[in-house]
């Protein structure tokens, strides 16, 4: 049974955001059954964990004698055990490597910068003068993946592992309306959402945070 190691409570306003998600997403997609372990945020610090994940973060996945972190590089682990999230041939699979990489090295570093600053940092009294050109550079990304998705259903081909990693980007800038200016970045979103691998691990993440929702 593979198994996912994730927190057993995040702050509100993280559920439904945690990375783990990406993980749970491919893993429903896929078929595959796992069960869950849970840490708190004091386990992160452990000598026991930092072996596991040496800069005590979480997803971490377990599938038999495999051991993978980063959610990125597990994706592409679980890719190489099911078809549905990396096809067989060796150019399709490169470009769904392609978009992987480009989903969390080209257009997340943009769109966590900004989500950052609205969550953490939105009352500093420098947020006001550096929000402008955070999200100038966060438009400039969406500008350049509207254009990709111009007559795309998917970022390479079929659905894949790329449109999971994709769609847990974007998601970072809910609530700020700047995706909604990009009709094929919108249009693209709602198709990822709307999968029913999706929709049943997004409902499993927000049942686990559930209680803490509940007391904010």
Known sequence: MITLTTFRMVPPF?????????????????????????????????????????????PLLQDGAVQVFESGA????????????????????????TWMFAALNSVEPYFARLAEL??????APWAAGSRPVLEEMALTRLHDLDRVLAGRDWLAGDFSAADILMTTVLRLLDG???AARFGNVSAYMARCMARPAFRKALAAQLALYAPAREMA
Request: charged residues 25%.
């Open 74 to 97: 597990i994706l592409m682990h679980l890719g190489e055990r099911c078809t549905a999230l990396m096809p067989p041939e060796p150019a399709a699979r490169t470009r769904v490597a």
């Open 14 to 58: 993280a559920a439904g955001y945690v990375r783990d998600l990406r993980v749970r997403w491919a893993l429903e997609e896929a078929g595959l059954p796992y069960m869950l372990r849970l840490i708190d945020f004091d386990d992160r610090n452990t000598p026991a964990y930092r072996r596991e994940q040496p800069f005590g973060q979480i």
């Open 118 to 123: 609205d969550v953490f940092f939105a009352d």
């Open 176 to 178: 700020c309306g700047l």
